[in-house]
């Protein structure tokens, strides 16, 4: 089941604008990561945000999580044509389903186009 | 490159058929989750092992199989096939030692069709 909700579902920007995408999860996490996926291919893993954490930032990329509200948003600051891809947040829950278990649960992903 | 190697890319069967995808782990992980990728579940998990031994369930079929061998790789074992089970199906690893921090990295995907 999904856990997460992207917002948007789509968003088409300009090259060099920034691009904000939001997650809102339901259950008490672990972690948040957030992931990249060109066209039908493999996850690429961009930053994980653990949640005793608020921000993170790696390279162009800005991670906040909001426990109090469930939510975090991935902002791409200057954004490439080379950006453009489907993202996704997953969450690892804290309880998870078992002792030892740290599935990932996916949100639906906002597919991001950046226009040259 | 995550390291993670999946096999075959493509795969195209007919229904009622059984096929086996294969997943090498990166390095020194010993961790292999499988996950299924299709335009209307989205990402879902499937199954997890951790050095040979089943650590947790999701949404996998009674249809479906998994095992982890000695040297770590893993099978993901899909039978009776339907045309529903069309999807990409994702293996990823992670070393699994503390949960605040563990990644899952992810192989470039098994695309199967089933016809």
């Known amino acids: 089941s999904q856990q997460g909700e992207e917002d948007p579902q789509a968003l088409s920007i300009q090259e060099g604008e920034n691009a904000t995408m939001n997650c809102s999860y339901k259950t008490s996490i672990n972690n948040l990561q957030w992931y990249r996926q060109n066209s039908g291919r493999g996850l690429v893993h961009l930053i994980l945000?653990?949640?005793?954490?608020r921000e993170k930032h790696s390279g162009r990329l800005r991670v906040t999580l909001d426990t109090s509200k469930k939510s975090s948003s991935l902002l791409i600051t200057a954004s490439r044509a080379a950006d453009t891809a489907s993202y996704f947040c997953?969450?690892?829950?804290?309880?998870?389903?078992?002792?030892?278990?740290?599935?990932?649960?996916f949100g639906k992903g906002t597919k991001l186009s950046v226009i040259p | 490159d995550s390291g993670v190697t999946q096999t075959p890319k493509h795969l195209i069967t007919a229904t009622g058929q059984r096929v086996t995808l294969r997943c090498s782990p990166r390095s020194g992980d010993l961790s292999v989750y499988w996950y299924q990728q299709s335009l209307d579940q989205g990402l879902q998990f499937l199954i997890q092992y951790y050095n040979g031994e089943e650590r947790a369930k999701g949404n996998i079929l009674e249809r479906f199989s998994a095992q982890q061998f000695p040297d770590l790789h893993s099978e993901l074992n899909l039978s009776s096939l339907e045309l529903g089970d069309s999807a990409l199906y994702f293996c990823?690893?992670?070393?699994?030692?503390?949960?605040?921090?563990?990644?899952?990295?992810f192989g470039p995907g098994t695309r199967l069709t089933v016809l």
């Open positions: 990823a690893s992670s070393v699994l030692q503390v949960p605040s921090t563990d990644t899952q990295y």
């Open positions: 997953a969450t690892v829950p804290l309880a998870g389903s078992g002792a030892g278990s740290y599935q990932l649960t």
């Open positions: 945000i653990r949640s005793n954490e």
